[in-house]
């Protein structure tokens, strides 16, 4: 069974559209994150959930929103996508925020916006 | 602030030989430190972490690392190096102090393997 999992793997669009990536994790896991790995392969936090509760918002557009139905999944909306949205995004989990807890990433949802 | 260099944007070695990748870190505390690898197309899976005790920590794969506190370095090293083994290698720290376990990445080492 896949741990994290995440859909679409591809999506491509257009400009000024609204989308939204799942995820979803069987882990049993506490908290969830989103990261954006940008052209150069480098990958920086977007989002962070425990609990259903937002613990930190880096520097990230508010087109951006993530979205916590229950403790297994933490959805990405992109509202009014832009060319430089164009990336992959990592899902992951951990048990907790402790920081010792190891991440366990999903496979990445590649985004193209054109 | 806390901030992860890999000197190294790309590294190319024999099959069979011996393997180093480096890794600087900044963090204002104690770090926790992780390497992660990623294949082509996939996502980021987990080599080794440090949160205390034994400087050298062992890994999966055959890769181990040591915590040098002096150099803040978290080196990952490998004896032999298999054609398997090619792929990104990220160096992380990991920020617990805020709250929230976010890990923040080095830009990354792309290995090469050569038969």
């Known amino acids: 069974d896949t741990a994290v999992s995440q859909t679409p793997k591809y999506l491509v669009t257009q400009m000024g559209n609204d989308k939204s990536i799942k995820c979803e994790q069987n882990?049993?896991?506490?908290?969830m994150y989103w990261y954006k790995q940008d052209s150069k392969k480098f990958l920086k936090i977007m989002f962070s959930?425990?609990?259903?509760?937002?613990?930190i918002n880096e520097t990230v557009p508010n087109r951006f929103s993530p979205k916590s139905p229950d403790k297994a999944h933490l959805n990405l909306h992109i509202n009014s996508l832009e060319l430089g949205d164009s990336a992959v995004y990592f899902c992951?989990?951990?048990?907790?925020?402790?920081?010792?807890?190891?991440?366990?990433f999903g496979p990445g949802t590649r985004l193209l916006v054109l | 602030a806390q901030s992860v260099t890999q000197p190294d944007i790309h590294i190319t070695v024999s099959e069979g030989a011996s393997l180093e990748l480096r890794c600087n870190y900044s963090?204002?505390?104690?770090?926790?430190l992780f390497w992660y690898v990623q294949s082509p197309g996939q996502g980021l899976q987990l080599l080794l972490k440090?949160?205390?005790?034994?400087?050298l920590v062992q890994g999966i794969k055959g890769f181990e690392a040591e915590f040098k506190r002096s150099q803040s370095s978290f080196n990952l090293r490998k004896p032999s190096v298999h054609w398997s083994d090619a792929a990104e290698y990220f160096c992380?720290?990991?920020?617990?102090?805020?709250?929230?376990?976010?890990?923040?990445f080095g830009t990354g080492t792309r290995l090469t393997v050569i038969p």
């Open positions: 992951a989990s951990s048990q907790d925020s402790s920081g010792s807890g190891t991440q366990y």
């Open positions: 882990l049993g896991h506490d908290t």
């Open positions: 959930y425990n609990n259903k509760e937002l613990i």
């Open positions: 963090y204002g505390a104690t770090p926790y």
């Open positions: 440090y949160f205390s005790g034994d400087t």
């Open positions: 992380a720290v990991g920020d617990y102090q805020t709250g929230a376990n976010n890990l923040f």
